[in-house]
């Protein structure tokens, strides 16, 4: 799950809105906002003003939303505690998706970048999750989680323009992790490490599921031969997973997209390059070539690549170099489909387990 981000920015630009006279659009980092006109005729927020933007899915307490006015605004969803939050949601006006919350800052001389979380006492939704973890087993230490991926519209700036980069599909499922630690064979969700079920049930088991692919296993065993810890991330998807199925409305998919040996991951080029020469099946490639966030946006949009016709769920983007940033740790990035952002029913599955 990416971080909550809520920080003092500057609009970059106000257009009118195409299909309503009174109201514009605003472009704040990565992210569109619908704003007012006001009686004059100008939009409420300028290009270069400096505002406080709480982007979708953050959380704010009831007094503060009154005391701005945006109570309005905000959805009432029960979270993983089983408590009610108030929720920043997405929407579309007249056409146009519109995310977040911008607000003149309490304190003007705030500048660019801070953060104010703790002033408005912002948070982090956390919807409820669908536990299906009876077979979870104590973590190996070396077993390690995947990358928490931020999203780019929140770090706009973390990508070069013109820096070469993939950009691959992101799927709708569950995440996976399968490799050899220190001799033994581990499989498990994002979260958790799963018990090894029996040879029967491994065909039929979400997260073991990658280890009856004879090309998974040829892969991870060339890689045991020179490496203690060798793990395979990639995605489970169908209709036994998420309401969109790419095609599987029975049995698994599985799709690779990075991995991981010793402490460190590989380049692009040299996972792709292991993953052809076994057979391994990889997350669809959208594009590669020199980073633009117009053509990130571009490619999130429209239908997936993968069998049927359902929406995307937007794309993934990484450098074709492995590199690390102060901000964010490692560099890879998200960035959704405004119109899967806009779908309550998809995303309302978006968590499914630890």
Not at 38 to 51: C, I, K, N, Y
Not at 132 to 139: F, I, K, L, R, V
Request: proline fraction near 8%.
């Amino acid at each position: 799950m990416s971080s909550v981000i809520a920080n003092v920015a500057e609009i970059e630009s106000v257009e009118p809105h195409p299909n309503a006279d009174r109201l514009f659009l605003a472009r704040i980092k990565g992210w569109q906002a619908v704003i007012r006109k006001r009686e004059d005729g100008s939009p409420e927020f300028a290009p270069g003003e400096r505002v406080v933007f709480i982007p979708p899915d953050s959380t704010l307490p009831r007094e503060m939303a009154e005391r701005l006015g945006v109570l309005n605004y905000l959805s009432e969803r029960t979270n993983v505690e089983g408590e009610r939050d108030l929720v920043v949601r997405q929407v579309r006006l007249r056409g146009e998706p519109s995310f977040g919350l911008l607000v003149r800052p309490d304190d003007p001389s705030w500048p660019v970048g801070t953060d104010v979380r703790e002033h408005y006492g912002i948070g982090k939704f956390r919807p409820p999750v669908r536990f299906s973890a009876g077979d979870a087993e104590p973590n190996h230490p070396l077993f390690q989680r995947y990358t928490e991926i931020e999203n780019l519209r929140n770090f706009p700036g973390i990508l070069a323009p013109g820096e070469e980069v993939v950009v691959s599909e992101k799927i709708h499922g569950t995440n996976v992790r399968i490799g050899w630690v220190e001799g033994e064979l581990l499989a498990g969700s994002h979260g958790l490490q799963r018990k090894r079920p029996a040879p029967e049930e491994m065909a039929t088991n979400t997260y073991w599921f990658p280890a009856t692919l004879e090309p998974v296993r040829s892969l991870l065993d060339e890689l045991r031969q020179s490496h203690p810890v060798a793990i395979l991330y990639g995605e489970i998807y169908g209709s036994r997973v998420q309401s969109l199925h790419y095609g599987r409305r029975d049995g698994l998919g599985f799709a690779a997209f990075d991995i991981l040996v010793g402490e460190h991951y590989l380049d692009y080029d040299d996972f792709t390059a292991l993953c052809r020469r076994h057979g391994v099946e990889t997350v669809p490639i959208l594009d590669r070539g020199p980073f633009s966030l117009e053509r990130i946006a571009e490619l999130s949009r429209g239908n997936t690549t993968l069998p049927d016709q359902h929406i995307r769920e937007g794309v993934v983007v990484r450098p074709v170099q492995e590199r690390f940033d102060p901000q964010i740790g490692r560099v890879i990035l998200k960035y959704l489909n405004d119109d899967y952002l806009l779908n309550d029913k998809l995303t309302a599955t978006d968590a499914t387990d630890l």
